[in-house]
C-alpha cells in the first residue's frame, strides 16, 4: 500500500477502537494533516529478537513504511544509541490521548519536552498558534532534525537545545507537556507553569498524568489519564537487566505464590498499582497458551519468577539474590485491596517542592504513597 493507505487504515483502526478523543474534536484533523511519514526520518529501527537493527527507506521502503504506520499501540523507533532505543515517533493512541489530556486552547503558551522529530510540537503548534509553542531538545542532532521539520511544515516554533528536565527557565507556561517519562516531576515545570496551567507528563513508563497548578503556584496535582510506555530522561540509570541479575545461579529459593497469577497479567490497574506501592520493583508479563509467567527484579540485585501450573490462577516463585521479591510484590497486592482495590483512573498525583506522593480516589483523604520508595505515608 501506498503512504497515505497506510495512514487512512491507521486512522480508521483508531476510529474503530474508539481512540480519537471526542472531546477534543481538533485533535484527529491535526494529526491526519501532519502525518507520521512527514516526521519520519529515512533510517528506522526494529527488533529482531536479539537486538534493534535499522529499516532504511531507500532499500526498503516497504518495510519502512510499515513500521511508520504499524499499530496505534505501536511506537516507531527513530534513534538507538549504545543498543537501546532513544528517541521514537509516539504511538498514534498515545499522542492522541495526551494531546487531550492537555486541554490546550488557542493562544496559549506552550511547553514541550522532547522534541524528537518535531511531529508533536508541530501538531501542538496548530492548535496553540504561531509563537505560542517552545520545544526543547536534549541531543543537538535531533534538535536540527526537528526544526528542519518544523520549518518544513509551516514553521512559528521555537526549538532550544537544551535538558528538558530543567524546561525553559525564565519563561511562564500555561501548557507543559513531555514526551519523556520521568519518575519525579520536576519543580521546575511547575515554576515555570502559571497557576491554573496544566502539566501533561508520562510517569514511571507506565502512566501518565495530567496536573493542575494551585493557584499559589506551590503545588500541582491532577489524576492519572491512562496508560503509557515511554523512554525515560536522558541520563537515566535504568539499572541492569532482569537476565543480567539473574545470571546462571540457580534459585535461592523455591516457593508457592498464592495469588491469581493471571490476574497480575490481565488487570492494567492492578499493575499500575504495584507500580505506586512498590516503585522499584519491575514487573513483566507474559502468557503463553493458558500459562502465566510473571518476571520481576529490582535493576540491581535481586530477581524473581512467578510461573503459574496450566489452567490454574495460583503458581510457584522462584527467586534470587537478597531480596524475596515475590513477597514484596504479595505485601504491596495486599495494600493494593486494602486500598479498595483501585482502578488506574482512580489514582492521581500530588508535586510540591518538598516532594511527590500518589494518591488514590481522594487527594486529601484516600491513601497515598511517596514516590521517593519508602512505605506509605497513610493507610488506607
Known amino acids: 500500500m501506498e503512504l497515505p493507505e497506510l495512514q487512512a487504515r491507521l486512522a480508521r483502526v483508531m476510529d474503530e477502537r474508539g481512540l480519537w478523543p471526542a472531546d477534543s474534536p481538533w485533535v484527529r484533523p491535526t494529526m491526519e494533516t501532519y502525518a507520521r511519514h512527514l516526521f519520519a526520518p529515512d533510517r528506522l529501527w526494529t527488533w529482531d529478537g536479539e537486538a534493534y537493527v535499522n529499516v532504511d527507506r531507500a532499500s526498503d521502503a516497504k518495510a519502512w513504511a510499515d513500521l511508520?504506520?504499524?499499530?496505534?499501540?505501536?511506537?516507531?523507533?527513530?534513534?538507538?544509541?549504545?543498543?537501546?532505543?532513544t528517541s521514537s515517533l509516539s504511538c498514534e493512541e498515545v499522542v492522541a490521548d495526551m494531546l487531550d489530556s492537555l486541554m490546550l486552547e488557542a493562544g496559549q503558551p506552550t511547553l514541550e519536552l522532547g522534541a524528537a522529530t518535531g511531529r508533536n510540537a508541530r501538531l501542538l503548534a496548530e492548535r496553540a498558534?504561531?509563537?505560542?509553542?517552545?520545544?526543547?531538545?536534549?541531543?543537538?542532532?535531533?534538535a536540527a532534525t526537528a526544526a528542519a521539520n518544523l520549518a518544513a511544515t509551516g514553521g512559528g516554533v521555537e526549538v532550544i537545545t537544551g535538558d528538558g528536565v530543567a524546561g525553559a527557565p525564565g519563561r511562564k507556561f500555561l501548557r507543559v507537556i513531555s514526551t519523556f517519562a520521568v519518575e519525579e516531576v520536576p519543580w521546575a515545570w511547575v515554576a515555570q507553569t502559571a497557576p491554573g496551567g496544566r502539566i501533561v507528563t508520562p510517569w514511571g513508563r507506565l502512566g501518565h498524568v495530567a496536573l493542575t497548578?494551585?493557584?499559589?503556584?506551590?503545588?500541582?496535582?491532577?489524576w492519572v489519564q491512562g496508560l503509557a510506555t515511554f523512554m525515560p530522561a536522558r541520563g537515566t540509570n535504568q539499572g541492569l537487566e532482569w537476565d543480567q541479575i539473574r545470571g546462571s545461579r540457580p534459585p535461592a529459593a523455591?516457593?508457592?505464590?498464592a495469588r491469581d497469577v493471571q490476574q497480575l497479567h490481565q488487570n492494567a490497574?492492578?499493575?499500575?498499582?504495584?507500580?505506586?506501592?512498590?516503585?522499584?520493583?519491575?514487573?513483566?508479563?507474559?502468557?503463553?497458551?493458558?500459562?502465566?509467567?510473571?518476571?520481576?527484579?529490582?535493576?540491581?540485585?535481586?530477581?524473581?519468577?512467578?510461573?503459574s501450573d496450566m489452567g490454574e490462577g495460583t503458581g510457584v516463585s522462584r527467586q534470587g539474590g537478597?531480596?524475596?521479591?515475590?513477597?514484596?510484590?504479595?505485601?504491596?497486592?495486599?495494600?493494593?485491596?486494602?486500598?479498595?482495590?483501585?482502578?488506574?483512573?482512580?489514582?492521581?498525583m500530588t508535586r510540591t517542592w518538598e516532594g511527590q506522593y500518589i494518591w488514590a480516589h481522594d487527594p486529601e483523604t484516600g491513601p497515598r504513597w511517596s514516590t521517593a520508595e519508602t512505605p506509605p505515608l497513610r493507610a488506607a
Open 254 to 257: 523455591e516457593e508457592p505464590f
Open 322 to 348: 537478597p531480596r524475596r521479591l515475590a513477597a514484596e510484590l504479595d505485601a504491596a497486592w495486599k495494600q493494593w485491596v486494602a486500598a479498595g482495590a483501585p482502578s488506574l483512573y482512580d489514582f492521581g
Open 129 to 142: 498558534g504561531p509563537g505560542m509553542v517552545t520545544t526543547v531538545e536534549y541531543d543537538p542532532r535531533l
Open 213 to 222: 497548578v494551585a493557584p499559589d503556584g506551590q503545588s500541582a496535582t491532577g
Open 68 to 85: 511508520v504506520y504499524a499499530d496505534p499501540a505501536d511506537s516507531t523507533i527513530t534513534q538507538v544509541s549504545d543498543g537501546l532505543p
Open 269 to 307: 490497574s492492578l499493575l499500575f498499582a504495584l507500580r505506586v506501592i512498590a516503585p522499584d520493583i519491575r514487573v513483566r508479563t507474559a502468557t503463553d497458551n493458558s500459562a502465566v509467567t510473571i518476571w520481576l527484579h529490582d535493576g540491581h540485585t535481586s530477581w524473581a519468577t512467578i510461573a
